[in-house]
Nanobody, 121 residues
C-alpha cells in the first residue's frame, strides 16, 4: 500500500484548506485511514479517522466543528479544514490503520509523506 498526502500550504487564519490522502497498491487491505499532525516540539496527534466503509469516524476535540473527514479509505480520503487557526500549523500525515470499537488504532506500516500546513495570524 502506498499513501500520498497532498494539499498543504500557507494560509491566513480563518481560511480553509483541503488535504487529500490517495491510496494505491493493495488497497483492499486498508481498514481505515487516519490523519495525524505534528507541530514543532509537540507529539504527533490524531486529528481524524474514517473506516473503509465510512461508518466509523472520529474527530479530535481540538478540531471538532472545524475539520471534517470524508471519502473512501481505499481510494482517497479528504480532510476539510475550515476556520484555521495558527495553532493548526503542523505537518499533516495520513496513516493506514484500523478501528477497534470506536477507537482508531494507528497502523505501523503504511504512512503517507507529510504535507506542511502553515496558518498565519
Amino acid at each position: 500500500v502506498q499513501l500520498q498526502a497532498s494539499g498543504g500550504g500557507l494560509v491566513q487564519a480563518r481560511r480553509s484548506l483541503r488535504l487529500s490522502c490517495a491510496a494505491s497498491g493493495r488497497t483492499l487491505t486498508i481498514n481505515a485511514i487516519g490523519w495525524y499532525r505534528q507541530a514543532p516540539g509537540k507529539q504527533r496527534e490524531l486529528v481524524a479517522a474514517i473506516s473503509s466503509g465510512g461508518g466509523r469516524i472520529v474527530v479530535a476535540n481540538s478540531v471538532k466543528g472545524r475539520f471534517t473527514i470524508s471519502g473512501n479509505a481505499r481510494n482517497t480520503v479528504y480532510l476539510q479544514m475550515n476556520s484555521l487557526k495558527p495553532e493548526d500549523t503542523a505537518v499533516y500525515s495520513c496513516n493506514a490503520g484500523r478501528f477497534v470499537g470506536d477507537l482508531y488504532v494507528q497502523g505501523v506500516r503504511y504512512w503517507g509523506q507529510g504535507t506542511q500546513v502553515t496558518v498565519s495570524s
